[in-house]
């Protein structure tokens, strides 16, 4: 007997988790949607349309059972039927109740591949500006409601597919598992060590790729006129990588401060050395979440965001907020926190909101309460 056989001569009920892939924070994703069904009756499935198996993603996926499909990029363009055909055996194998589907691909994959009522969630912009995708949605809203990571993003779609009820396009904010997050997080002295940054420098850190979306050149400007008046040895500390790294070291040179901005390249488990900045600078384009901000929070680090997107839901009230691309904004807001004598009661405030309103417990409260789900058996 098969394993989904012997589930279906069990009566177990199932929720399929539909992952494009296990990249970047998306594994982190998975498990978080995965422990949204602990302590219910429904076993999990998460599948991975892309990436090679792995004994490292299962454990990380918090499921009880994942399986790779194992598409390349390439193989999944257009209509994408073999990814189709292979989605509709999983989905017939076992009583699934219903899908949980991450980005566009997967949604369209298990709305093509199933008969199962989709919960989309949506984790960047613009996934239905195209006449097509807002078409293909419409099609199939009797059985397809959507979640935003944050309410950014939600109100992107929603004014994007203004005939949909609200009901069906809700917020679901990412989350940490903190106390996780922080058992691996290294202590000051050891993180830098591993980063090879100074043990008596004011540190400044950034992570994210070396990307347009990230506007780091607004946060080298910020952090070069912020210079003369910040602790003497101060650092900018950059962990990252992409096709702007040279471009971005020409500025730096350019303002004549490449002796104080360190380029750390990408750093494998990044969040684990979070503690050896004393600010977390986060300057980007309209992010629509900003994971890196609660794994900075998680540190006690205080934070800088740009006044856009997701991240003004993260950190408005308990961290420092300056207008996007406002180099001198953000100049301002560093000399402030260098001479900052609230560090302790901000970073009690950090944990608090953690606790409040990105956590699991606080997640699944919300998801349970959804309308699409209010139904099932808890």
Not at 216 to 240: D, E, H, K, V, Y
Not at 335 to 347: H, K, M, N, V, W
Request: with cysteine.
């Amino acid at each position: 007997m098969t394993t989904s056989e012997a589930a279906d001569s069990n009566g177990e009920r199932w929720v399929l988790q539909f992952c494009h892939g296990y990249d970047g924070p998306f594994l982190d994703c998975a498990r978080q949607y995965a422990v949204l069904f602990r302590d219910s009756p429904y076993r999990v499935c998460t599948v991975y349309l892309t990436g090679e198996p792995s004994a490292e993603v299962e454990r990380g996926s918090a499921s009880d059972e994942v399986i790779f499909l194992n598409y390349s990029s390439r193989q999944i363009r257009g209509l994408k039927l073999a990814a189709i055909r292979a989605f509709r055996r999983i989905a017939a194998s076992r009583d699934f109740a219903l899908c949980i589907a991450h980005r566009f691909k997967p949604i369209y994959i298990a709305l093509l591949g199933s008969e199962l009522p989709v919960i989309g969630v949506h984790h960047a912009f613009g996934d239905y500006q195209r006449r097509s995708r807002r078409l293909f949605a419409g099609f199939f809203r009797e059985r397809l409601h959507l979640l935003g990571v944050s309410d950014a993003v939600r109100d992107d779609i929603r004014a994007c597919l203004p005939g949909w009820p609200a009901e069906r396009v809700e917020t679901l904010y990412n989350r940490i598992d903190l106390s996780a997050v922080q058992a691996e997080q290294l202590d000051r002295a050891a993180a830098r060590e591993h980063l090879d940054l100074p043990q008596d420098a004011w540190v400044v850190g950034n992570v994210g790729r070396l990307h347009p979306d990230k506007d780091q050149a607004t946060l080298i400007r910020g952090f070069a006129q912020a210079l003369p008046q910040l602790p003497a040895g101060s650092l900018l500390a950059i962990m990252g990588s992409g096709r702007l790294e040279a471009s971005l070291k020409a500025l730096a040179a350019e303002l004549g401060v490449s002796d104080s901005v360190r380029f750390l390249g990408q750093v494998p488990h990044g969040r684990r050395y979070f503690k050896a900045f004393d600010v977390f600078a986060l300057s980007s384009d309209h992010e629509p979440f900003g994971m890196v901000l609660l794994e900075a929070m998680a540190a006690g680090v205080p934070v800088v965001c740009s006044d856009c997107g997701g991240g003004r839901e993260i950190v408005a009230g308990v961290g420092e907020l300056f207008p996007l691309g406002e180099a001198a904004e953000l100049a301002a807001t560093l000399i402030r926190l260098a001479d900052s004598r609230e560090l302790p009661t901000l970073r009690e405030k950090m944990q608090a909101r953690l606790q409040e309103r990105f956590s699991d417990q606080t997640a699944g409260q919300r998801f349970w309460s959804l309308p699409v789900v209010s139904g099932m058996q808890r």
